[in-house]
Each structure stands twice: as C-alpha cells, then as structure tokens.
C-alpha cells in the first residue's frame, strides 16, 4: 500500500454529534406541531459537513431538505440519491438547461428565470418568494399578480409552495415579525385569490417556529436550531504540538501583543484564522487541555495559536479542545461568539472545510 492510501493522523478534527442533529431534529419538531420541518444544510450545513449531516438524516425520510446551490445538491445526492432538495438561493438562467429537476424544487423571484424554465418544457417545481419585509430576496406582493400570470403561461411550472423570510424573529419585540406575518397573510390570500393553490407555505426559521398562528404555515425551516438547539452538535479537537518556557518580557506572536509578566510555560496548536479559530479571540479566547482552561496568548495567527499551559499538566501530542459541545464553557461556539462580537453563525461556518469532519453517536 503506498503511503498516500493510508490514513494518516491528523492534527485538527471536527466532530459532529448524530445523537445531538437528530435529538435537537425531534425538538423542533414538537414546537412545530402540524408543520413539516426541512433541515437547513447550506453553507456545508453551517460548518458540521454537508455529506455527514445529509447522511445522518437520511433516515427520517424528509419531504426537503435545504440548501442554497446546486452543487450543494449534488452533494447531497452523493450520500442519499432519493432526496428531494429545495434550492432557496438564486440560479443564472444560462445554467437552468442543465439541470436535473426531478428531485429539486427552486425559489423563483424573477421573471427571467420563470421564461427560462418555461422555454424548457419539462416538469419544474418552484416556491415563489415574496417579500415581507427581509428586503432581500423576493417580489415585492403587488408584483404577485404579474408573476401569476406569466407562470400561467406555462402549464410544466408547478407553483408548490409559497415562502418568505424573517428578518427579526429572535427579537424579545415581536413587532417586526407581527408585521411580516401580517404581510405573508395578505400575499398568502391573494395567492388564492390569484387561482394558485400551493401545496406548502413557509415563512419561519428556527426563532420564527412557535410564532406561527395556526393555519397560517404547514413548513417551517430550520438552521441553527439544528446544530445548536438543546444540544451543540459540533466539537473541534486539535493537538498540542509544541511547549516551551518563556521569561519574564518575553512577547508572543505577531505585534508582540502579549508580554509575560513572569516566566511561563506555553504550547502550540496548529489551529489559526485559516481553520476556523476567530483572530478577534485573540488576547481573550481559550482552549481547553486536559480539563483545564488554556488561554490564548497573542494574536491568532493563520495556522497557529499560542496558549498558556501554566498550572496545566500537559504534554507534547495532547489532544486540545478548541470547540466545547457544551454551552456553558468559555470555549463554547456561543461564548467564543460573545468574546468575538459577532454571531454564533459565523463561528461555525468558518471552519474550514479541509478539515476533516468525522460522525460520532
């Protein structure tokens, strides 16, 4: 066997939790009541691994699951070939003779693409989207009826569901939202009025769920309450490659914007902003190592972080906990989120997919 077929040891893993997608899967799902819930697996679903999450689901034998390209589809397709996928991002009309329809459903917000698919002549499923108030993505509910009338001209365009966004769901004031759910009622009602009768409507993500009034939705898709709901799915483990001492003056990393006040001792983990690890949780972030705290020392730099291992019994190949699955600890995906002024989101989905991602129970 040559040595390029072994599998070799890596320094940085990320494991995702089966038990914690499926079990925080079945919790959304009881706040949803009626409403079918389609997991969100866009943006290598939000940092765990599209093919390891597509595949942990497979079994549930969803109506949808969520993504944003079709090359994420394709993916999908690598581990469960019978899924059918709805595609909420948007797709150049030069590309859409190309693709495989029969398990995909696409958001349509333009009249471009509605000709486009219609000059095909072959069965396409389509979720309109309107614009509630996201001001993102969408027709705008007067423009409705005028999209009404040139999807009529195509009798292969199926309209299956009808679908918005919104844009302040986890805001303590529900103001917004009333607002937004107002609107999608008045698009919804027109739709009928329009002679449309989709078979879904959805408008809620994860904060959006219990806010639904009954009847007014029958899906609902969820992001982030996938991954880190009752129970984080994501741990990021590194090694410690490195330890030495350091005197008193000594500076640490880039700009030397950590100077040891005593002699101390110090490690290396071969983990930077390249992988994933935050630069802004420089000076203030940790690890964990052994049980024990580590803190960051210095700037983060692109491959590479220094932390402090005094009063930590350590050793060169240790392994180094840089993402707790545990929201309480300071290395925790919320907390590093916190210390880096930003939000959970964007934690998780800057890791790296190089990385190697394995699937534990």
Not at 94 to 121: F, H, K, P
């Amino acid at each position: 066997m040559a040595w390029f077929e072994k599998k070799l040891v890596t320094l940085n893993r990320i494991e995702v939790s089966k038990r914690a997608i499926l079990e925080n899967l079945e919790a959304y799902r009881k706040l949803a009541g009626d409403q079918e819930v389609w997991p969100v697996i866009k943006a290598n679903a939000y940092g765990h691994g599209l093919e390891i999450v597509a595949e942990i689901l497979k079994e549930k034998k969803l109506t949808y699951l969520v993504a944003d390209s079709y090359y994420e589809a394709l993916r999908i397709w690598k581990v469960n070939s019978a899924q059918r996928v709805l595609l909420i991002g948007s797709n150049h009309p030069d590309n859409l003779v190309a693709l495989d329809y029969s398990r995909i459903a696409l958001m349509v917000q333009d009249m471009e693409t509605i000709q486009q698919l219609g000059r095909l002549g072959k069965k396409v499923t389509v979720h309109i989207k309107v614009d509630t108030g996201m001001g993102r993505q969408g027709v705008s509910i007067k423009q409705l009826s005028i999209m009404r009338d040139e999807l009529k001209k195509y009798k292969h365009i199926e309209v299956e569901g009808l679908m918005s966004h919104l844009a302040d769901a986890d805001n303590s004031d529900d103001s917004y939202t009333t607002m937004q759910i107002a609107k999608f009622e008045q698009a919804k009602q027109l739709v009928w009025e329009l002679g449309l009768t989709p078979k879904y409507w959805h408008l809620a993500a994860t904060a959006g769920v219990v806010k639904m009034s009954k009847g007014l939705t029958n899906a609902t898709r969820l992001g982030i309450g996938l991954y880190l709901g009752e129970k984080p799915a994501m741990r990021v483990i590194s090694t410690l490659t490195n330890i030495k001492e350091i005197n008193t003056g000594d500076k640490v990393s880039y700009g030397g914007t950590f100077v040891a006040l005593k002699k101390m001792k110090i490690g290396v983990v071969p983990v930077g902003y390249f992988e994933g690890l935050d630069r802004r949780l420089s000076n203030k972030g940790f690890v964990k190592i052994n049980g024990n705290y580590a803190p960051i020392l210095g700037r983060v730099c692109m491959n590479l972080v220094v932390v402090g291992l005094d009063k930590i019994k350590a050793q060169l190949w240790d392994e180094v906990e840089v993402v707790s699955n545990n929201s309480g600890e300071k290395n925790s995906i919320e907390n590093m989120a916190r210390l880096s002024e930003t939000i959970p989101y964007e934690i998780l989905v800057g890791w790296d997919g190089s990385m190697r991602r394995v699937k534990i129970d």
